[in-house]
């Protein structure tokens, strides 16, 4: 069975773009999680979603950040405008909603803003 | 308070003997899951192990088992024969039932020295 799924796995990209993450969850999963990992602030979840409806969007930082999941097999990270505090590596995990599920992640998308 | 406790930031163990990775956790919840995940250099998240609160033996898969106390809010991996594959950074985590989120301990970064 395919993992999590995500794109790009490297993205450099000046100050001021626009970048869309992209993930793509385990088939069947019907939990959906990113987080952001940078050095100083450890391993935070920005959103999750279950059912492809947000349900506690918490951890996103700023209205910079915005995340869609249009169906149950994809789903988006935006931040735009970029900035260079941005830069981190952006994780997305999936899981079943049942019980006490394990969530799985994928490799990791590694922003750079400069 | 926090919820995981990884009091050990950094260990070095020589190859081949077996390490003990600490974790305790706060919960009043009866029914939650711990696991255990894997950084390496590489970046990805990986699933190691995964005990429920209500099992009665501990969880083993290969070389990894996990020593639950339950009294004691104790969740402790154990590596045996370590190798230098196992240099990594590592991250116990609980899910409590009725909550989609999972906690992250701030991890222990292990070393392996041949």
């Known amino acids: 069975d395919a993992g999590v799924i995500q794109s790009p796995r490297h993205e450099v990209t000046e100050m001021g773009q626009e970048v869309t993450l992209r993930c793509k969850p385990i088939s069947g999963h019907n939990s959906l999680f990113w987080y952001r990992q940078t050095m100083m602030r450890g391993l935070e979840l920005l959103i999750y979603?279950?059912?492809?409806?947000?349900?506690?969007d918490s951890g996103m930082p700023e209205d910079r950040f915005s995340a869609k999941m249009p169906n149950a097999s994809f789903s988006t990270l935006k931040i735009q405008p970029s900035e260079p505090r941005d830069s981190a590596v952006y994780f997305c995990?999936?899981?079943?909603?049942?019980?006490?599920?394990?969530?799985?992640f994928g490799p990791g998308t590694r922003l750079l803003v400069l | 308070a926090q919820k995981i406790t990884q009091t050990q930031p950094g260990m070095f163990v020589q190859e081949k003997e077996a390490v003990t990775l600490d974790c305790t956790y706060d919960t009043s919840d009866q029914s939650y899951g711990l696991f255990w995940y894997k950084q390496p250099s590489s970046g990805e998240m990986i699933f190691l192990i995964y005990q429920g609160s209500y099992d009665e033996q501990n969880a083993t898969e290969g070389r990894y088992s996990l020593n639950f106390q339950k009294a004691r809010k104790s969740a402790n991996l154990v590596i045996s024969a370590s190798q230098l594959g196992d240099s990594a950074m590592y991250f116990c985590?609980?899910?409590?039932?009725?909550?989609?989120?999972?906690?992250f301990g701030k991890g222990t970064r292990l070393h392996i020295l041949p």
């Open positions: 979603f279950n059912n492809n409806v947000p349900i506690d």
């Open positions: 995990a999936s899981s079943f909603r049942t019980g006490i599920e394990t969530q799985y």
């Open positions: 985590a609980m899910r409590e039932r009725g909550d989609d989120k999972i906690i």
